[in-house]
């Protein structure tokens, strides 16, 4: 019996198990505790004024600062983009807090 501690199954494409996009790994790194463990549903600790990167998507390797929360998962982001300041809604899932 094959087995590994905290996985259920393989994301596959018939027989073959999919390779999982980098950008995806940057993700799930980035919300790892001490120990290694991605902790689901805990409140993010960014707050309005924190700076965080953005690990994704069309703006990915962008830096920004935090402008406001939306519940739980969502964030609206001051961006300087072509010499102006820009408001950006997205999700948590997205950014990195710079440390």
Do not use: W, Y
Request: aromatic residues 2%; positive net charge.
């Amino acid at each position: 019996m094959r087995s590994t501690v905290g996985v259920a199954s393989l994301v596959c494409s018939g027989e073959k198990p999919l390779k999982v996009p980098s950008d995806v790994l940057r993700m799930l790194r980035s919300r790892e505790d001490e120990n290694g463990f991605v902790r689901l549903g805990v409140r993010s600790t960014v707050k309005a004024g924190d700076e965080v990167h953005i690990i994704d998507g069309v703006l990915g390797n962008l830096f920004a600062t935090v402008k406001e929360m939306h519940g739980l998962d969502r964030v609206t982001l001051l961006l300087r983009l072509m010499g102006r300041q820009v408001s950006v809604n997205t999700s948590l899932e997205r950014i990195s807090a710079v440390r």
